[in-house]
């Protein structure tokens, strides 16, 4: 963790890769969606939380936007289809043995949601446990802290961070290191290997900072 960190800036730092992991793994690439990855915003949102390195992803990012064409093939290959996706970013996928999706884990993912006020956009279009919306769920909850933080309201950040906690325990931290790997299999040498690297190293490294 940078020295001299304040909370806020532990939160804020938290919100900023999560809501980076959810754009990059919700949605088609973009010129202006790749454009948004700064690589020292990033660089220093890392070394608040204490990972040092960003796994290759601004470099990656950087040549995706030389070649966009290619960097959206690529995301309909992972995450699309029409072919079943090498790496299904479903939850439900890697916690069953039929990796079969709108399962008993899907259901306690919208439960988890709905227990905090939250409902996907894209509900219920999509499967409630797709990669970018835990993702998603997880930077909401770090601005919530960010603003109980600034409201001084110790009870919401308490709240914000044991729901946090809570879902990384049961949720993201339960398939991530998996799919990390498939998604490496995949698209190897890609933002998306990146991606998936980054975003489980960084879902360890919160579970520690949530817990301490």
């Known amino acids: 963790m940078a020295a001299g960190a304040s909370p806020v800036e532990i939160h804020s730092a938290r919100r900023y890769l999560y809501a980076l992991g959810q754009s990059l793994a919700g949605s088609e690439p973009t010129g202006a969606r790749l454009e948004a990855v700064d690589a020292g915003i990033l660089a220093e949102a890392l070394a608040i939380v204490g990972i040092a390195g960003d796994f290759g992803l601004a470099e990656r990012v950087a040549k995706a936007r030389q070649d966009l064409g290619a960097a959206r093939s690529l995301y309909t290959r992972l995450f699309v289809g029409p072919a079943t996706p090498q790496a299904m970013p479903w939850e439900s996928t890697y916690r069953s043995r039929s990796r079969a999706l709108f399962r008993q884990e899907t259901l306690e993912v919208r439960n988890a949601y709905r227990a905090q006020g939250f409902l996907p956009q894209a509900y219920p279009k999509v499967a409630d446990d797709h ?30 961070e044991n729901a946090s906690r809570a879902f990384l325990n049961d949720h993201l931290l339960k398939w991530i290191d ?24 960084f879902a360890a490294r919160d579970a520690a900072l949530l817990a301490a």
Do not use: H, I, W
């Open 178 to 201: 998996a799919y990390a790997n498939d998604l490496a299999k995949a698209g190897t040498g890609s933002l998306y290997e990146s991606l998936g690297r980054l975003m489980a190293a």
């Open 131 to 160: 990669l970018a919306l835990e993702l998603g769920f997880l930077a909401a909850l770090a601005g919530r802290a960010v603003d109980a933080l600034q409201g001084k309201d110790p009870r919401g950040v308490a709240e914000a």
